[in-house]
C-alpha cells in the first residue's frame, strides 16, 4: 500500500536521520559537519516534506489533532493486531529494502533484546513506530513523521530547516514567537505542547501499562533538537533531564537496528506474544 506525499516512503525520514547522525563508532564516509547540510544537496522530498511539516505544525493545529485522535475511539487492537494493521505499510517503492514494518519494529526489539537490556524495554522497541498507524486515519507524512519540537513558544533554530518556520503563522504570533512563549520557564515537558506525530498518540495510547522510562523513550523518540541538540534546555525541569537519559539510551537501537537481514517472525512470534501479553494483555483503544 503506497501513499501520495512528499516522501516517497515513510522509511525515507529514518534514513535522513541516519545521514544527519552517523553512528559515532563507525568510521563516516564524509566530513562530520557535511552530515547537517541541509542546502542544495539535501533530497527535494526530504524539503518538501520539512517545508509542509514546519508550515502547518502550529500551536492551533495540535490541540485540534489532540482533539480529534486523543479519544482513542478510532479502533480496537491488540498490540499485535496493530503491528498487523501496520504492516499493510510495507513500502513497496522503497529500492533499498523490501523489508516489512513488523520486520523493522522487530530489527529494534531484537538489537535491545541481544545487548540484555529489561524486558520493557524490548517491548517499548517493538511498539514504538506503531503511532504511523496514523497514516492509515488519512493523515499526512507531516503529520506522522519527522522531528518532533514544541509548538507554543519560538522555533529553535537547532531545528532541522528551521527556515521552513518562516511560513509558520505562530512565528508572528507574539503569543507563541519567543523563548518561552506560553510556558514558564523549566516547566517540564508534561506541561509543554509537542508537535502533533507518532509518537504523542502512541504515548497516549499506552501510557497505563508501561513504566515512565518507556514512556519518555515513545514520546520524545523524535525530539532530536533536544535529545541531540539540547535546543530546549530552559523548558525541561531536572526529572526530564534524568529521564532523558533513557531516551538517548535508546536513540541508537531506533536508527541503527535496520538492515535487511530479516528477522524470522514466525519463530519470534511466541516470545513477543508472551512479552506483549505480560504488559498490555487484550485489546487496546486506538
Same mark, same amino acid.
Given at each position: 500500500?503506497?501513499?501520495?506525499?512528499?516522501?516517497?516512503?515513510?522509511?525515507?525520514?529514518?534514513?535522513?536521520?541516519?545521514?544527519?547522525?552517523?553512528?559515532?563508532?563507525?568510521?563516516?564516509?564524509?566530513?562530520?559537519?557535511?552530515?547537517?547540510?541541509?542546502?542544495?544537496?539535501?533530497?527535494?522530498?526530504?524539503?518538501?516534506?520539512?517545508?509542509?511539516?514546519?508550515?502547518?505544525?502550529?500551536?492551533?493545529?495540535?490541540?485540534?489533532?489532540?482533539?480529534?485522535?486523543?479519544?482513542?475511539?478510532?479502533?480496537?487492537?491488540?498490540? *499485535?493486531?496493530?503491528? =498487523? !494493521? $501496520?504492516?499493510?505499510? %510495507?513500502?513497496?517503492?522503497? @529500492?533499498?529494502?523490501? /523489508?516489512?514494518? #513488523?520486520?523493522?519494529?522487530?530489527?529494534?526489539?531484537?538489537?535491545?533484546?541481544?545487548?540484555?537490556?529489561?524486558?520493557?524495554?524490548?517491548?517499548?522497541?517493538?511498539?514504538?513506530?506503531?503511532?504511523?498507524?496514523?497514516?492509515?486515519?488519512?493523515?499526512?507524512?507531516?503529520?506522522?513523521?519527522?522531528?518532533?519540537?514544541?509548538?507554543?513558544?519560538?522555533?529553535?533554530?537547532?531545528?532541522?530547516?528551521?527556515?521552513?518556520?518562516?511560513?509558520?503563522?505562530?512565528?508572528?504570533?507574539?503569543?507563541?514567537?519567543?523563548?518561552?512563549?506560553?510556558?514558564?520557564?523549566?516547566?517540564?515537558?508534561?506541561?509543554?505542547?509537542?508537535? *502533533?506525530?507518532?509518537? =504523542? !498518540? $502512541?504515548?497516549?495510547? %499506552?501510557?497505563?501499562?508501561? @513504566?515512565?522510562?518507556? /514512556?519518555?523513550? #515513545?514520546?520524545?523518540?523524535?525530539?532530536?533538537?533536544?535529545?541531540?541538540?539540547?535546543?530546549?534546555?530552559?523548558?525541561?525541569?531536572?526529572?526530564?533531564?534524568?529521564?532523558?537519559?533513557?531516551?538517548?539510551?535508546?536513540?541508537?537501537?531506533?536508527?541503527?537496528?535496520?538492515?535487511?537481514?530479516?528477522?524470522?517472525?514466525?519463530?519470534?512470534?511466541?516470545?513477543?506474544?508472551?512479552?506483549?501479553?505480560?504488559?498490555?494483555?487484550?485489546?487496546?483503544?486506538?
Amino acid at each position: 500500500m503506497k501513499y501520495d506525499g512528499p516522501l516517497n516512503t515513510l522509511d525515507d525520514w529514518e534514513d535522513d536521520l541516519k545521514q544527519r547522525y552517523p553512528e559515532q563508532d563507525q568510521p563516516a564516509e564524509k566530513a562530520k559537519d557535511e552530515f547537517r547540510d541541509y542546502g542544495e544537496q539535501t533530497r527535494p522530498g526530504v524539503r518538501e516534506f520539512y517545508r509542509q511539516n514546519h508550515r502547518y505544525q502550529t500551536y492551533d493545529f495540535v490541540q485540534q489533532k489532540r482533539t480529534e485522535f486523543l479519544g482513542l475511539d478510532r479502533r480496537a487492537m491488540t498490540v *499485535w493486531e496493530a503491528m =498487523e !494493521y $501496520l504492516n499493510q505499510l %510495507v513500502d513497496e517503492s522503497d @529500492p533499498d529494502t523490501d /523489508l516489512s514494518q #513488523i520486520e523493522h519494529l522487530m530489527q529494534t526489539a531484537e538489537g535491545i533484546r541481544a545487548d540484555g537490556h529489561p524486558r520493557w524495554m524490548i517491548l517499548t522497541g517493538l511498539i514504538h513506530d506503531l503511532g504511523k498507524i496514523l497514516c492509515l486515519f488519512d493523515e499526512p507524512q507531516w503529520a506522522v513523521v519527522g522531528d518532533t519540537f514544541p509548538v507554543g513558544c519560538k522555533f529553535s533554530d537547532r531545528i532541522v530547516l528551521a527556515e521552513f518556520f518562516a511560513d509558520n503563522p505562530d512565528s508572528n504570533d507574539p503569543r507563541y514567537n519567543t523563548q518561552f512563549g506560553v510556558y514558564k520557564p523549566n516547566t517540564g515537558l508534561d506541561n509543554v505542547l509537542m508537535s *502533533w506525530g507518532h509518537d =504523542e !498518540y $502512541l504515548y497516549h495510547v %499506552v501510557k497505563d501499562y508501561l @513504566p515512565e522510562e518507556a /514512556l519518555y523513550m #515513545i514520546r520524545y523518540h523524535s525530539f532530536y533538537p533536544q535529545h541531540r541538540e539540547s535546543a530546549y534546555d530552559h523548558l525541561l525541569n531536572d526529572h526530564d533531564h534524568q529521564m532523558f537519559q533513557w531516551v538517548q539510551k535508546f536513540n541508537p537501537y531506533d536508527l541503527y537496528t535496520k538492515s535487511d537481514q530479516r528477522p524470522d517472525v514466525e519463530a519470534l512470534k511466541p516470545y513477543y506474544l508472551e512479552l506483549i501479553d505480560e504488559y498490555m494483555p487484550g485489546k487496546l483503544a486506538w
